[in-house]
């Protein structure tokens, strides 16, 4: 069973730049599927920011997309995430998951990390 | 943007009733090619992950219990919990996954009455 695990700062300053990096267990980032960002404020509801393949292909939320960056790295069997220019706005749990099906961007994700809590603030 | 709302936006049940959730999409997420509902389900519990329940508007995911079902079709879809557990209590989302970027509802709170 595939095992995701978010990693970064807890705490970002306004203006600065998040980063998170979500590291995948268990089966090889290179195989097929597309791997997905998404948020949730405290008490909000989901986002979905981003989804990236093994190719490079990537997939941004236009309300997002001039500040965000998605990257892999297979030879560490990771995802990462690139938020600049963060206000408060951009506190939130942020999740990393799996798509569902092979291949495809166009699926619900289907396995997700445990999330971290990322607060902007000075 | 494809905007997803659910309705109601909390619901309380007796344990052993009937839960109904109802997804309304903006724009259908049939995809007249392959005939599937680019529509997903979620369970959420506080302070975990969101757990996708049921794929393609209907299908259900391995080990999800089948008090579960999905249903609907184009923009009007249903999530029903056929006799509520104290487990089901939980915020439950619908997702599109038929366009970019994919959009989720504004979630919909089960508690037990």
């Known amino acids: 069973q595939v095992q995701l695990q978010e990693s970064g700062p807890g705490l970002v300053k306004p203006s600065e730049t998040l980063s998170l990096t979500c590291a995948v267990s268990d089966y090889s980032i290179s195989s097929g599927y597309y791997w997905g960002w998404i948020r949730q404020p405290p008490g909000k509801g989901l986002e979905w920011i981003g989804s990236?393949?093994?190719?490079?292909?990537?997939y941004s939320n236009p309300s997002l997309k001039s500040r965000v960056t998605i990257s892999v790295d297979m030879s560490k069997n990771q995802f990462s995430l690139k938020l600049s220019s963060v206000t408060a706005a951009d506190t939130a749990v942020y999740y990393c998951?799996?798509?569902?099906?092979?291949?495809?961007?166009?699926?619900?994700?289907?396995?997700w990390g445990q999330g971290t809590l990322v607060t902007v603030s000075s | 943007d494809i905007v997803m709302t659910q309705s109601p936006d909390s619901l309380a049940v007796s344990l052993g009733e009937r839960a109904t959730i109802n997804c309304k999409s903006s724009q259908s997420v049939l995809y007249s090619s392959n005939n599937k509902n680019y529509l997903a389900w979620y369970q959420q519990k506080p302070g975990q992950p969101p757990k996708l329940l049921i794929s393609?508007?209907?299908t259900r995911e391995s080990g999800v219990p089948d008090r579960f079902s999905g249903s609907g079709s184009g923009t009007d879809f249903t999530l029903t919990i056929s006799s509520l557990q104290a487990e089901d209590a939980a915020v439950y989302y619908c997702?599109?996954?038929?366009?970019?970027?994919?959009?989720f509802g504004q979630g919909t709170k089960v508690e037990i009455k």
């Open positions: 990236i393949y093994h190719s490079g292909n990537t």
């Open positions: 393609w508007a209907s």
């Open positions: 998951a799996r798509h569902l099906a092979v291949g495809s961007f166009y699926s619900p994700m289907e396995c």
């Open positions: 997702q599109q996954c038929y366009s970019t970027p994919q959009t």
